[in-house]
């Protein structure tokens, strides 16, 4: 495994691999502090191809929170040896500014969402994907891969990337993977990293919720089933709601009964750190 900092060495690197034979390309776009989530990733591109290159850059621009952005985990060193053993054979960890130019720092990047980012965490995080199609669109055209793959804990974020692929014509295929947990239920995070051992207990409420709300489909609508889960997470000491929506898995938009496939996502602050999670409800 090497690990590179430089477009140019990555592109000459590629441009060896590929030469060599080596066709299959995956690529795994993450922001390091990685766990076992990332490394299903890994693991599941070390199987599907010949190559795999994993990208580790905390990415600013799509970040709407500073101090999300400064406490956000970094340990390169340790993603190494984690990315070792997972099988992958080039790490890309640039710098900031071997990434972006300074307008583009400063310039918000302009992507039509087609609606996709209006709801959920676009409504809450405004700007942010935005940035994570500018770094997720700079990487497919630096590696080229042939498949790209990305964790389903972040559907929104997927849905997007999907949109993106097609709306920017990239020859890539799009692999969604399963939300991994810890034993406890709660969905695998780097920000897990940052909540402390009781904190930990108290998330796993979220899953649970989750779980358990499953139990009410078709019975209840999903308006009501939205209630449920509001006032279920409420009654957790230490777990503040952001939103709970049951949203049409295609448009992400409300939905209203439960005749096309549908996702709750939900997004909770436990303490200062804030959690996502999803689960398929019809
Ligand atoms: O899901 C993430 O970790 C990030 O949003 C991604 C896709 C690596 C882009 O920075």
Redesign the pocket.
């Known amino acids: 495994m090497i690990i590179v900092n430089t477009t140019d060495s990555l592109e000459k690197t590629l441009a060896t691999v590929r030469s060599a034979g080596n066709k299959r390309i995956g690529l795994v776009?993450?922001?390091g502090a990685l766990h076992a989530g990332h490394v299903s990733l890994v693991e599941q591109s070390v199987r599907e191809n010949d190559y795999t290159v994993v990208?580790v850059?905390v990415?600013p621009t799509?970040f709407n929170n500073p101090v999300d952005l400064e406490k956000y985990p970094r340990d390169l060193d340790k993603d190494a040896d984690l990315l070792r053993i997972s099988g992958c054979d080039l790490i890309f960890a640039p710098s900031k500014e071997t990434i972006y130019t300074e307008e583009e720092l400063q310039k918000p990047f302009e992507f039509d969402f087609g609606g996709l980012d209006q709801v959920m965490e676009g409504k809450f995080r405004p700007g942010h994907f935005n940035g994570?199609v500018q770094?997720?669109s700079k990487l497919f055209s630096l590696v080229k891969p042939q498949r790209a793959y990305?964790?389903e804990k972040?559907f929104q974020?997927l849905s997007i990337i999907h949109r993106m692929t097609d709306l920017m014509g990239f020859d890539i295929q799009i692999v969604d993977c399963p939300i991994v947990r810890e034993a406890s239920g709660l969905a695998m995070s780097s920000r897990n990293e940052r909540l402390t051992p009781e904190q930990r207990k108290i998330a796993a409420g979220i899953s649970k919720v989750l779980f358990e709300c499953r139990n009410f489909v078709p019975s209840y609508s999903p308006e009501k089933l939205k209630q449920w889960v509001e006032n279920e997470i409420n009654q957790i000491q230490g777990l503040e709601l952001e939103y709970f929506e049951i949203a049409n898995t295609k448009t992400l938009q409300p939905a209203i009964n439960w005749e096309k496939p549908t996702v709750g996502c939900i997004a909770v602050y436990c303490g200062e750190v804030r959690l996502i999670d999803n689960i398929r409800c019809s």
Request: glycine content about 8%.
């Open positions: 776009p993450t922001m990208s850059f990415n799509q994570v770094i997720v990305f964790g972040d974020q």
